[in-house]
């Protein structure tokens, strides 16, 4: 069993080099240099392994991104912060709604993006909202004369924005509050459009030169 153990020579190459050391008794160049070698290859492979394994890393982190993950709809870095003003009702709070709302009230024109004369969905879908806000509002605070909302505008609202906030998909992640035991949303940082671009682009190739206030009646 001890015999198994006794190293053996490979190749007839390394008897010559053994005979050749055995003749010339001087050092040779060689036997100092395969260390050196040695120890060059082994932090050649060590660098490419590392290279080739970082680069790996990076194509696969970019296939995720791009095929398991779904990109963020913006480049803006927002965080919510509760503004309750837009929650409640009366004239400062329609004040602060109706100024989210660019002159020609997001119904645009554009030579190669809508040669037909269009609506930016983010107003339709911010018009709705404010809809149910004075819905909610009026109802709650009934008897009110000066704030009723057709049923049937709510109820159009109601499932506009259920599909419209499945088509957008928000993907941003909200964290989650230990003490709550869930999310408020409020106060987490998320990716988003710049509104305020939007809004001037809006402007830009509006197709009438309308207010909110110009439309009031036929809001309900
Ligand atoms: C634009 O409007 C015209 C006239 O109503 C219509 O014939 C055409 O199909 C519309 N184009 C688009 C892209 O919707
Ligand atoms: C959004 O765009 C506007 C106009 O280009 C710019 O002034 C503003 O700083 C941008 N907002 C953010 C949060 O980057
Ligand atoms: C809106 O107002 C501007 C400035 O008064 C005017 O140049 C433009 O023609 C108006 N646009 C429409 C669609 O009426």
């Not at 001890?2 to 010559?16: A, G, H, L, Q």
């Not at 992640?173 to 035991?181: K, P, R, S």
Request: hydrophobic letters at 35%; proline letters at 5%.
């Amino acid at each position: 069993m001890v015999n198994r153990v006794k190293y053996e020579p490979v190749t007839t190459d390394d008897e010559d080099i053994q005979k050749s050391n055995h003749h010339d008794s001087r050092p040779s160049k060689t036997r100092y240099l395969a260390p050196f070698i040695i120890a060059i290859l082994t932090i050649v492979v060590a660098a490419l392994t590392g290279i080739s394994g970082f680069l790996w890393g990076r194509h696969f982190q970019k296939r995720l991104t791009t095929s398991e993950w779904f990109e963020f709809p913006g480049g803006e870095d927002i965080t919510f912060q509760y503004e309750k003003i837009f929650a409640v009702s009366g004239e400062e709070s329609q004040a602060q709604w109706d100024a989210l709302f660019p002159i020609g009230l997001g119904f645009v024109q554009h030579p190669m993006i809508s040669p037909n004369e269009s609506c930016l969905a983010v107003y339709h879908q911010l018009h709705c909202l404010d809809t149910i806000r004075r819905g909610y509002w009026a109802a709650a605070q009934r008897p009110s004369p000066d704030q009723t909302v057709a049923p049937r505008h709510i109820r159009h609202c109601i499932d506009y924005l259920r599909q419209s906030l499945m088509c957008h998909a928000d993907t941003n992640l909200e964290a989650i509050d230990a003490d709550l035991g869930g999310t408020r949303g409020h106060g987490s940082s998320r990716k988003c459009r710049n509104f305020s671009q939007v809004t001037e682009w809006a402007v830009t190739w509006r197709t009438n030169n309308e207010t909110v206030a110009d439309i009031a009646d036929l809001m309900n």
